[in-house]
């Protein structure tokens, strides 16, 4: 147990779906983070959460949608994905300005 | 070493075995490094961390070399065990904010598949 809980595990959706990922750190950290992972690739930053204000947005397509609603807690909202957006997405959470990063046990997503 | 490509590098050890690790960084501003190991059906778990201004650290049965000139960083096992075959990730941060610190973004290698054979 990390102390970064993330649901649901698996989640196998359509293209036309709505959807959202859930995101809860018990580590009382400042930043929150998600991260795609794909076979074989590596981890690939998606959104930064600092204090609830979102510092960072690497290119991430507007079918993905994050929400920070306060420190603990970060949502990803799906709408409209496509097949290759299949793969585990990970949440993390890190103490403000330290690197180590801890994460959950990530949501492995289907897209059909 | 890590490297992109289609196909993760393997190392296979027995039980009991030393294991090395390697990894490429290419950032020579890169002042942190962490190694994370990772589980099937689970997300990646830190194991160590390093800084620029250190050459080694050692754990608990693993051991972070950090080669600054050459921008190589090694992790070592020892006396590898079963439970210890996961995917293995370096992660370099090369990142600053405004401010000249370091904030917590992190570039991570592909990963080494470490299988420990009985």
Partial sequence: ETGVTQTPRHLVMGMTNKKSLKCEQHLGHNAMYWYKQSAKKPLELMFVYNFKEQTENNSVPSRFSPECPNSSHLFLHLHTLQPEDSALYLCASSQDANEKLFFGSGTQLSVL | ??????????????????????????????????????????????????????????????????????????????????????????????????????????????????TVHP
């Avoid at chain 2, 490094?33 to 990772?38: C, D, R, T």
């Avoid at chain 2, 190589?72 to 090369?94: K, M, R, W």
Wanted: aromatic content about 8%; hydrophobic content about 30%; some cysteine.
């Fill in chain 2, 1 to 114: 070493g890590e490297s992109v490509g289609l196909h993760l590098p393997t190392l296979s050890v027995q039980e009991g075995d030393n294991s090395i690790i390697n990894c490429a960084y290419s950032n020579s501003a890169s002042d942190y490094f962490i190694w994370y190991k990772q589980e099937s059906g689970k997300g990646p778990q830190f194991i160590i961390d390093i800084r620029s201004n250190m050459d080694k650290r050692q754990g608990q049965r693993v051991t972070v070399l950090l080669n600054k000139t050459v921008k190589h960083l090694s992790l070592q096992i020892a006396a590898t065990q079963p439970g210890d075959s996961a995917v293995y990730f370096c992660a370099e941060n090369n990142h600053r904010n405004a401010g000249g610190t370091s904030y917590g973004k992190l570039t991570f290698g592909q990963g080494t598949i470490l």
